[in-house]
T-cell receptor, first 116, second 114 residues
């Protein structure tokens, strides 16, 4: 069974500082990995994904994530945090080898608070 | 591209009534759509996978007779919460597989049953 762990319920960072939101995963095969952001009472917005290729993936709003196969991690990063980045962030994984069954498993979410 | 429209964005209904939530892919065909439920301060729980023209696949513990899913066309899937009760109050989100190998999410529906 596939799983995703986001070990931090909340991350606080000062505006202008770099931020990291951690994610580790477990799948039986190769992973598709995703990051989504959710603002209050809103659906999820896609940030970035890793399917294959370069381990460093760049996404929306200046975010990037690095796929590390040996550590089974896919941490979300941004060089300089903005107050408007404050939101709930979800990491998700899908097993590439799941064939026609496209079940995506989400982490429990990490609340990012950027302090002015 | 790859926009998913979910309607309504919020709804209040009386206990015992049914509520229908629509999920439309606006500029692409979605053969597979997914319905999630999100409790406060919790992650998304996959309720069911909806395939166009066939019966939905429900996750363990989800009552298929209570949460009716219809995926009648390549651009529309509906979730009907039947005989709603206060414990059904939640945030429901749909998503669809998009052309880029990812998933596009609707904006969600806040259901409050009183």
């Amino acid at each position: 069974a596939q799983s995703v762990a986001q070990p931090e319920d909340q991350v606080n960072v000062a505006e202008g500082n770099p931020l990291t939101v951690k994610c580790t995963y477990s799948v039986s095969g190769n992973p598709y990995l995703f990051w989504y952001v959710q603002y209050p009472n809103r659906g999820l917005q896609f940030l970035l994904k890793y399917i294959t290729g370069d381990n460093l993936v760049k996404g929306s709003y200046g975010f990037e994530a690095e796929f590390n196969k040996s550590q089974t991690s896919f941490h979300l990063k941004k060089p300089s945090a903005l107050v408007s980045d404050s939101a709930l962030y979800f990491c998700a994984v899908r097993d590439v080898n799941s064939g026609g069954y496209q079940k995506v498993t989400f982490g429990t979410g990490t609340k990012l608070q950027v302090i002015p | 591209g790859a926009v998913v429209s979910q309607h309504p964005s919020w709804v209040i209904c009386k206990s015992g009534t049914s509520v229908k939530i629509e999920c439309r892919s606006l500029d692409f065909q979605a053969t597979t759509m997914f319905w999630y439920r999100q409790f406060p301060k919790q992650s998304l729980m996959l309720m069911a996978t909806s395939n166009e023209g066939s019966k939905a696949t429900y996750e363990q513990g989800v009552e298929k007779d209570k949460f009716l899913i219809n995926h009648a066309s390549l651009t529309l899937s509906t979730l009907t919460v039947t005989s709603a009760h206060p414990e059904d109050s939640s945030f429901y989100i749909c998503s669809a597989s998009n052309r880029e190998g990812g998933y596009t999410f609707g904006s969600g529906t806040r259901l409050t049953v009183v």
